[in-house]
């Protein structure tokens, strides 16, 4: 069940913010303007509402998964949304064979342009993607990279939506690897005026580069960005948020190593409390039970991870649905 807030946006998206969307690219969030992170979210939030509004949006559109890493949720979410707006979705399964093996990512791009409205790969490298969008005339979304997952951080932004009503002013605390989930949270919590702190063990902060980038436009739209080695900095946050220790493609023994390293980073019941007021829950998926979340707290009250799940959907669906305007 979604947890829903009393205020329900109403969705006002400005001409001039669709007309810039259409034929974009989205391999990071911070390529977005404030305006159009907004217009994605209000779309998605009238798409929710009155999905039968929607049926034929992709009508006649192909879009194309090319997956290098294993996915439920990215998957299934583009698959079903894709039908749900009267498109079709086809998956490339590049598991046993990396993109740019059998032949270039360039050649690749080149090909695809020419059956398909949009390019959606999950890869290693984010280089990878930079190349395709370079080669090909249709837009490329990022289904996450070992540097961003924007299409997360859309859905997560929705779902903070829904249950604070608000992103202006609000605090969120993500706590654990500095990764490719916590970039792409803190770009959209910048964007939306929401302010961030990034709570990792030393030497596991997020990427200084992109941390500066957030700090540049979190000063001009009023948000602020925190990095700290401390859990103390979840108090008074309005939801704490946490993903895998060891994201995709690490290896057994550095994963293994990592264990000790965040332990104290758990979140459970004790660290809720710290926050010190009624906080949620966040989490990507696919979580660890008893390493980086405890049960208690990932199936407890608090937690909204199967909403973020289902709005994955809803976010993509309004994504594509204005990229592949024409
Ligand atoms: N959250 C997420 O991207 O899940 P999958 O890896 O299952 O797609
Ligand atoms: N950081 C994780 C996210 C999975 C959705 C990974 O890259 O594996």
Not at 33 to 40: C, G, K, L
Not at 174 to 196: I, Q, R
Not at 204 to 216: A, D, L, T
Not at 248 to 275: C, H, I, P, W
Request: glycine content about 8%.
């Amino acid at each position: 069940m979604t947890k829903q807030s009393k205020k329900t946006p109403t969705p006002q998206i400005s001409t001039k913010v669709i007309k810039g969307l259409a034929g974009r690219d989205l391999l990071s969030l911070a390529e977005f303007s404030s305006s159009e992170v907004q217009a994605v979210l209000d779309l998605a939030v009238a798409m929710k509402q009155n999905p039968a509004n929607y049926d034929t949006t992709l009508k006649g559109k192909s879009c194309i998964l090319l997956f290098e890493k294993p996915s439920l949720r990215t998957r299934i979410s583009f698959e079903v949304g894709i039908a749900k707006l009267g498109g079709h979705c086809i998956y490339m399964d590049h598991s046993t064979q990396r993109l740019g093996q059998r032949e270039s990512v360039h050649d690749y791009g080149k090909n695809l342009e020419r059956w398909v409205s949009c390019i959606i790969p999950r890869v290693f490298e984010h280089v990878t993607l930079t190349k395709m969008a370079a080669a090909s005339g249709v837009p490329v979304v990022n289904a996450l990279c070992d540097m961003h997952h924007p299409c997360q951080a859309l859905a997560d932004l929705l779902t903070l939506r829904e249950c604070r009503g608000t992103l202006r002013g609000i605090k969120v605390a993500y706590v654990g690897d500095g990764n490719n989930v916590c970039h792409s949270l803190m770009h959209g919590c910048v964007l939306t005026g929401a302010n961030f702190i990034a709570i990792t063990p030393k030497g596991f902060e997020p990427n200084p580069e992109i941390v500066k980038e957030c700090r540049k436009i979190g000063e001009t739209i009023g948000a602020q960005v925190t990095v700290t080695n401390s859990v103390d900095g979840v108090a008074d946050c309005d939801a704490v948020y946490t993903d895998v220790w060891a994201s995709m493609g690490t290896s057994q023994d550095e994963a293994g190593r990592r264990m000790k390293t965040f332990a104290k980073y758990q979140v459970n019941a004790a660290l809720m409390a710290r926050t010190g007021k009624e906080t949620i829950f966040m989490h990507c998926l696919p979580a660890h039970r008893g390493i980086e979340v405890t049960d208690e707290v990932l199936d407890g009250p608090g937690s909204v991870v199967y909403q973020q799940a289902e709005n994955r959907m809803w976010a993509q669906m309004a994504l594509l649905a204005l990229i592949l305007k024409t």
